[in-house]
């Protein structure tokens, strides 16, 4: 499954959907003829993404996650689906991390129905990416780790810095109060910023990218071709780039801003432009994903409402990042398009006496780049 941050659906494909629905035969497939407990909702499901979608029906089941289950969950069974599920990876489909708020069925996320049946030891999910090795010629690779129901203190160092959310709970958005390039505070405001483990890199407004890149000697952006909307600097600028929340300022490792050739002098950065037909309505205008994400521990918290960020620990980082020829056209796939207007549903308390565990990712696409894959 993907697990997303910067959406609030949970989705698998049906054992009816076949490579010409959008299914290719190395996804994992559900068949409800084989549970106990599933039960149809009769009721139609959509998921409308930035450059794909998912359809089929909504049901209930029992949904497991690293030992935790919820009973009864809602969940999309999907027939259809387009531009998301990739062939040769074993990928079956979307579990959203994002609040009800921007869900597109009426239900509330499996995440945060083990934080209202209080079956978390903290109300946290905590991430810590590791980078790809580019000379891995593999389908996928080791991705990292997530925490549901607490933190890894392994995988940080030092305390962690709590930043409340901007707006009412629906994406994870957090105030960014300034940004660093070169040793430049470059001002674009105090902008929202979608915290999301769903999106590869980095996505902002055109007027504020160019802000940031007027400092930047030799960047241009690309007006057309594979990447039209991508920053590109020369290669042998060893740009540097910090971005700060609350009040402490988080460096991002050159190998993470620095995706690699496009031509002889030319490289490819982690910054796109978000247009605003795309970012109009209910997409948010900045999206940090794992190009700032593999920096940091992050942890995402229901109560206080919350984002954490703490050192990463120096035994965790990886090596290196991705390549352009590995990067998705549309790196804005997993954002919801529309926000459901419903009002709170809140489930009874099951009396569940669940625990929280730590829960491997399987793996990291390296073909699609813009998602990190778990295994459930």
């Known amino acids: 499954m993907i697990m997303d941050t910067g959406s609030g659906d949970l989705w698998i494909a049906d054992s009816s959907c076949n490579q010409d629905r959008g299914c290719p035969s190395s996804a994992r497939k559900f068949d409800p003829l084989k549970s106990t407990s599933y039960v149809n909702d009769s009721k139609a499901f959509s998921v409308q993404y930035g450059s794909g979608k998912a359809q089929g029906i909504l049901a209930k089941e029992s949904v497991s996650v690293g030992g935790l289950t919820v009973l009864n969950q809602p969940l999309g069974i999907c027939d259809s689906v387009e531009n998301i599920l990739r062939p040769g990876l074993d990928i079956s489909g979307i579990m959203g991390l994002a609040w009800s708020g921007i869900a597109s069925s009426p239900s509330t996320p499996a995440w945060e129905s083990l934080f209202l049946q209080e079956a978390l030891s903290e109300p946290v999910i905590s991430f810590a990416l590791s980078r790809l090795n580019r000379s891995h010629t593999q389908m996928t690779a080791p991705g990292g780790t997530m925490t549901i129901g607490g933190t890894n203190k392994r995988h940080y160092n030092g305390e962690i810095?709590?930043?409340?959310?901007?707006?009412?709970?629906?994406?994870w958005l957090i105030p960014l109060e300034s940004i660093m390039v070169g040793g430049t505070v470059v001002d674009i405001g105090t902008p929202d910023i979608a915290i999301d483990t769903g999106t590869s890199l980095i996505g902002g407004p055109d007027e504020d990218l160019k802000t940031i890149f007027s400092v930047v000697p030799g960047a241009s952006l690309m007006q057309n071709g594979s990447f039209k909307g991508y920053w590109t600097i020369p290669c042998d600028n060893p740009l540097s780039i910090s971005m700060q929340f609350g009040s402490i300022s988080y460096p991002i490792?050159?190998?993470?801003?620095?995706?690699?050739?496009?031509?002889?002098n030319r490289c490819l950065t982690s910054f796109f432009t978000i247009s605003k037909s795309k970012s109009g309505g209910n997409i948010p205008e900045w999206i940090f994903?794992?190009?700032?994400?593999?920096?940091?521990?992050?942890?995402?918290?229901?109560?206080?409402p919350s984002i954490g960020f703490a050192q990463l620990s120096s035994t965790f980082v990886g090596e290196t990042t991705l390549t352009p020829s590995l990067i998705r056209k549309s790196p804005l796939r997993n954002h919801p398009l529309k926000q459901a207007s419903r009002g709170a549903h809140r489930p009874h308390n099951q009396g569940s006496n669940l625990r929280s565990k730590i829960s491997p990712i399987g793996a990291l696409s390296i073909l699609t780049a813009a998602h990190f894959f778990f295994n459930l």
């Open 161 to 171: 810095h709590y930043v409340p959310l901007a707006k009412n709970q629906s994406y």
């Open 253 to 264: 490792n050159p190998l993470d801003i620095n995706l690699g050739k496009i031509n002889s």
């Open 289 to 304: 994903g794992a190009a700032f994400l593999k920096n940091v521990y992050s942890v995402f918290r229901a109560s206080p």
